[in-house]
Each structure stands twice: as structure tokens, then as C-alpha cells.
């Protein structure tokens, strides 16, 4: 049966297996992002109120997770600002209480956070991603479009004490849009302005589905490795658009490598291979190899890359 407020699971680039939770209408946002796959926001507001009713989103959340579903995350998400219902609280308690097995995730744009009372109901999600993708004031209304009484300056202080101060696991999202937020210049004060963020992660995002204009590009792989070259030195770093990387989360052992292993690395470690041009070379399934290029890319280990071929993988260009 089809949900209305609930969707999913879906196997997620960012998040692995997650499932959707809607809690506004399309498309309800305090921004109107160029890029936003969601498309144009309609109601451009910074209100706070039960845009669709919660009882009834809980409601097919216990239907959902009534069958125990395996999932990596429940993620607040979908046709617009999570945040901006006032009752997001009420299920985040919900599920902790009900269902405390699953981890929930907040994507949000994070121009709510500077909220007192906001905080406080979102204090129990394990991870919260808020997007950062101006540098100043000049790239943030370029990009984020936002609603009028929004501004640039604001954010980031109301940004980076939630950050220093939130017990949550953060993640931060970058998009890159070329040719607006990716100059020398813009990469410097974005490195000024995450510093002293202390997040996690920041993952590196850029077009992959049509947004909302339509000039935008994607960020080629060398331009996107002008930020991870940036950034890494301070915080790890995650590549999630068309150019995938992951900073090394470990150091490795090369003896503890499998053979298999071992021989990927050696292929892609010489030029960039497809998983049917490791089949012809390992002589194996493309089914046996892609959980080792998985495990391998996790780790930092590979980079990956869509072109007009195919998926290419590949060793790690940038090495601090």
C-alpha cells in the first residue's frame, strides 16, 4: 500500500538502506535552491507549524516498522525543510521510544538550528546532515535563494555553535555549483568558515539529477578534489555525487588484504577499470567482485568515478 508520508526503503548513496519521512508539503522550504531535486519551492516560508498531521505520519511509521524492516537509517527528508514542522519532535520521541532499534537522520537545510526549542526536539537523532553551500553572503542568495528575513551572517553563527555544541553525529553537505562557489577564493573561506564547525564529515555533493535551473553543472572529479585537497587536511572528507571518495579511515595492514583484494588495488592502482573490465581480469563474477569494490571504497581505499562507459574505479589521486 502506498504511503503518504512514508517512503521507501530506498537504497541511498549517502545513508544505505533508508526509509523517507515526509513531514511537509511540496514544496515547503524556508529556501528555493537552484539545485534541488524536490524542483522549485512554492511556499517559501520560515513558519513553523504541523504543515501534515503527525498523528497520522506515526501512524504509517508503525505500519512500516511493524514488519522490522533491516534499514541503516529512517531519515527526515523529502518535499522540503523537515524542521519547519512543529511537530518533528513528537516523532523523533516516537521512535525512540517504540522503535529505538533503528537510527534516524535529519537532512535539513540547518537554517532552523539557531531554534532553542528545535534543538531540544531533535537532540535524540544519531546523525544530522545541514547543507552549507555559500562562502558568503553574495553565493548564498545566488544558490540558496533564500526567504527574505534569512541572512548569510546569521547562519553561520547560529550554524557553528550548533555544531561546536550538539552531542549528534554531523555530517555537513557542500555543493558545488562551478563557476560560483568553487573559485580559489571561495574555497579559502569555505575552509575558514568549517574549521571551527569541529563536524564529522563533510561530504562533497554536486548535480547528479536535474535541480532547478537548468545551467548548472556537475563538478568534474579534479575540481572536486580541489575542495577534498582543501578540507582534508582538517576533517574528513566524503565525495557523494557522480565522483566518489572517502578519506582513509584507517591505516591499512596490505598482509591482512585478501587476494582478491589485493589484485583489484594493483589493477586500478595502474588506470581506472569497470566492474566488467575486472571480470575479464579476475576471471570472476561481477556479482563476487562488487561487495569487495564496496568494502575497498568504505575504507578509503578507492575512488570511483561515472563517465559515459561506465563506472570507473580507481586509486585515490589526492594523499595527504
Request: negative net charge; proline residues 7%.
Amino acid at each position: 500500500m502506498i504511503k503518504q508520508y512514508v517512503f521507501g526503503p530506498v537504497a541511498s548513496r549517502r545513508l544505505g538502506i533508508s526509509l523517507g519521512v515526509d513531514l511537509v508539503r511540496p514544496k515547503t522550504c524556508s529556501l528555493n535552491c537552484i539545485y534541488c531535486e524536490a524542483k522549485e519551492t512554492t511556499e517559501l516560508t520560515l513558519e513553523r507549524r504541523e504543515y501534515v498531521p503527525i498523528d497520522a505520519v506515526i501512524a504509517e511509521l508503525d505500519e512500516v516498522l511493524r514488519s522490522k524492516p533491516e534499514l541503516d537509517f529512517i531519515t527526515f527528508s523529502g518535499s522540503g525543510e523537515p524542521t519547519l514542522n512543529s511537530g518533528i519532535g513528537k516523532v523523533v520521541t516516537y521512535l525512540k521510544k517504540e522503535h529505538p532499534e533503528y537510527k534516524i537522520c535529519l537532512l535539513t537545510n540547518g537554517f532552523a538550528l539557531g531554534d532553542p526549542k528545535l534543538r531540544k526536539e531533535i537532540e535524540p537523532v544519531d546523525r544530522i546532515i545541514p547543507s552549507l553551500d555559500a562562502s558568503n553572503a553574495e553565493e548564498f542568495e545566488m544558490i540558496n535563494r533564500p526567504h527574505p528575513d534569512l541572512k548569510f551572517d546569521g547562519f553561520i553563527r547560529d550554524l557553528t555553535d550548533f555544531c561546536r555544541n550538539a552531542s549528534n553525529e554531523i555530517h555537513l553537505e557542500l555543493f558545488i555549483v562551478p563557476g560560483v562557489n568553487d573559485s580559489d577564493e571561495s574555497i579559502a573561506r569555505f575552509v575558514e568558515l568549517i574549521r571551527p564547525m569541529k563536524v564529522s564529515l563533510v561530504q562533497l555533493n554536486t548535480l547528479d539529477r536535474p535541480g532547478v535551473v537548468d545551467w548548472i553543472k556537475p563538478s568534474t572529479a579534479e575540481n572536486t578534489r580541489r575542495f577534498i585537497a582543501a578540507l582534508e587536511p582538517f576533517v574528513p572528507v566524503e565525495a557523494v555525487g557522480p565522483f566518489r571518495y572517502r578519506t582513509k579511515s584507517i591505516v591499512h595492514d596490505p598482509s591482512l588484504f585478501t587476494g582478491a583484494e589485493k589484485r583489484i588495488l594493483d589493477l586500478v592502482s595502474r588506470r581506472p577499470a569497470t566492474v566488467a573490465d575486472l571480470e575479464v581480469a579476475l576471471n570472476r563474477a561481477g556479482s563476487e567482485i562488487t561487495p569487495i569494490l564496496e568494502r575497498l571504497f568504505q575504507s578509503g581505499l578507492l575512488e570511483i568515478e561515472k563517465q559515459q562507459r561506465g563506472t570507473f574505479y580507481s586509486a585515490p589521486h589526492y594523499k595527504k
